[in-house]
């Protein structure tokens, strides 16, 4: 079955870009029937849309974040990729990569990766 | 742009009926028939439980329905079990002119 698994470091300083990426197995990351997307959820709290990418380099990001996040894809990896530049504590939350079936639909989620922003 | 809204907390005794409601505007909830519902256990990631404001996955109870009525959508869970206490979320479609996805706040659901 189709597998995602978010890897990175767990700890970025302030105003320093986060870097992410979502491997996918199982499956391949240009069926065009999905995009792929990244989600967060800060500790203890709710959860956040953050941007999604379609097979084909085209992107979709939420408004509060489009100035600092690039969402983008390597199909031949079978990976996707989140960086979010000059983070501040805020930002310190779970990211979850999960697949996008449309609509708000994220139908299969990566297990989380928990980013910490600390000096 | 703000979250949409949903209690912080509902709860119920087994075998009983809760809804949990979530209010948008006409840009996202109003405007379109694309309400997904998330059910999260605690150090799980979410599940989605229905899409499509009331369209449930395969393998998911049909305890579990959606429905929608102006910008408003509800989840209700009949039947309560033990194992629904978790946090639901609901998320929608926004703006087709900058299309991105909005979740709610969530809901603790605690059984009684």
């Keep these: ?119 | 742009q703000s979250a949409l809204t949903q209690p912080p907390s509902a709860s119920g005794s087994p075998g009983q009926s809760v809804t949990i409601s979530c209010t948008g505007t006409s840009n996202d909830v109003g405007g379109y028939d694309f309400v997904s519902w998330y059910q999260q256990h605690p150090g799980q990631a979410p599940k989605v439980i229905i899409h499509a404001v009331n369209k449930r996955p395969s393998g998911v109870p049909d305890r579990f329905s959606g429905s929608k009525s102006g910008n408003t959508a509800s989840l209700t869970v009949s039947g309560l079990q033990a194992e629904d206490e978790a946090d639901y979320y609901c998320g929608s479609y926004a703006d087709s002119n900058n299309p991105h996805v909005l979740f709610g706040g969530g809901t603790k659901l605690t059984v009684l």
């Design chain 1, 1 to 119: 079955q189709l597998l995602l698994q978010e890897s990175g470091p767990g700890l970025v300083k302030p105003w320093e870009t986060l870097s992410l990426t979502c491997s996918v197995s199982g499956g391949s990351i240009t069926d065009h029937r999905y995009h792929w997307g990244w989600i967060r959820q800060p500790p203890g709290k709710g959860l956040e849309w953050i941007g999604s990418v379609y097979y084909d380099g085209k992107t979709y990001y939420n408004p509060s974040l489009k100035s600092r996040a690039t969402v983008s894809i390597d199909t031949p990896k079978s990976q996707f990729f989140l960086n979010l530049r000059s983070v501040t504590a805020a930002d310190t939350a779970v990211y979850y990569c999960a697949r996008d079936a449309g609509g708000s639909t994220s139908d299969i989620w990566g297990q989380g990766i928990l980013v910490t922003v600390s000096s």
